[in-house]
């Protein structure tokens, strides 16, 4: 009997003791983890510290823009910004007629178009178009294996042209051709390549005049059409938002790279030696991502970021914007954060080492995710990072990060905005109130809302009432825009001006 309630007394003991240890653990565990929760919270109130964007920031770099837009238009090489002259010296009026194709390049995919101009009163009668995907070997191949695909590609485009697009008698199809990369040119239709951006690297190409490789390589393909047009996207886009307003003067790209075009008048460009335009204008293209200021709220995952790039030093104003980027900040922020505040568990997820694993529009779905578990979030974790279960606070924190990222990003492609703006004053020939017009397009300001929202409202706000301008998305003036351009600068215009 004694011997019995010892050892219940013995047993009971030792289960008080591993309950007591248990608790401790738990307790130990809880305290651990709401030491990791704090960890996690500071970093994401630091990250939002460093990157913060006020309104007077916002202004310094608006006004930093204007300046660097002065310097690169006095002097080749005196700005980061290249100001490059683009001959593009009239944009479409709404009278272009005939059919005319289009290539874009620009991205992980090109597009092959064609497009039929009924005239003022039609405008756009028919259109076809086709997207490619360009295999990534041929992104950091060579220039013939580049220009050899494109050419294969659009033959077999034209190949399907079909009753619908008619090509005036006798006359040769013209192409107008978007390279959206910075090119120097020295006609609207010839150009070289100055370098890669985006992820494209193709030694070769560097230097080389893209429309003659274009040509020789349609040449090698029985392809009887002529290049009529060089442009970059920004232009596109500016004539494709012409042709339908006649106010806008400024367009913007903020896809997976980011950049601003705009009609300059001629006597603004020192560094311009040619005869003047008739018109007296010029589109420039000022390759705005390669802006840098001091005033830019750079942070260590960005430092990071570009030095492990393809083009380190380069083209940090679009490493900040644009879509190409805005994932890959995201993922490197999470990363420290898994390492050193556990967000993820005890064990780093090893998905989240991969560079580029998370892409904007990732970014795009956590960040407009509005289930109340946040159900959409916790599935992005789980299909691209292996996060098989994510807490509630963790799922927040994690849209915090792509929130903090992405209004950044719209904050400062505001900035820009404002200084190209500023640098243009108001339009006395606006037809609507001195307005100027800014056409948008790229899948960052089309398809994050956040985004735009919050770009539109910096805006406003930097410029305040100073000058009157309003905002549209202009759709696909990259490829539509080059056809319009390819049709205000074809060779049979010029016959009928002599
Ligand atoms: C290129 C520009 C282009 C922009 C948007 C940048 O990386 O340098 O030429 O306009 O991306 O596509």
Known sequence: MIKTTMAVAATTAVAVAVSGVMWYQKLNRKKDGNAKLARAEEMVAELERTCASPLERLRQLADAMEVEMHAGLALEGGSRLKMLLTYVDSLPTGDEEGLFYALDLGGTNFRVLRVQLGGRENRIVNKDAKEISIPPH??????????????????????????????????????????????????????????????FSIEDAVGADVVAELTAAMDKQGLDMRVAALINDTVGTLAGGRYYDEDVTVAVILGTGTNAAYVERASNIPKWHGLLPKSGEMVINMEWGNFKSSHLPITEFDRALDEESLNPGEQIYEKLISGMYLGD??????????????????????????????????????????????????????????????????????????????RRAAQLAAAGIAGVLKKLGMDPSSKNNHKRVVAIDGALFEHNRVFRNCLERSLSQVLGEEIPFEVTHANDGSGVGAALIAASHSQYNRIGEL
């Open 329 to 406: 900040i995201v993922r490197r922020v999470l990363l420290k954060m898994a390492e050193e505040a556990e967000l993820f568990g005890d064990t780093v997820p090893s998905k989240l080492r991969a560079p580029f694993i998370l892409r904007s529009h990732d970014i795009s779905s956590m960040h407009h995710d509005i289930s109340p578990d946040l159900e959409v979030v916790a599935a992005k974790l789980k299909e691209n990072i292996g996060v098989i279960d994510s807490t509630f606070e963790t799922r927040k924190m994690v849209v915090q990060v792509c929130d903090i990222i992405t």
């Open 138 to 199: 041929i992104m950091v191949g060579s220039s013939g294996e580049l220009f050899g695909f494109i050419a294969s590609e659009l033959a077999k485009f034209v190949a399907t042209e079909g009753d619908k697009f008619q090509v005036f008698d006798g006359r040769q199809r013209e192409l107008g051709f978007t390279f959206s990369f910075p090119v120097r040119q020295s006609s609207i239709a010839s150009g070289t390549l100055i370098k890669w951006t985006k992820g």
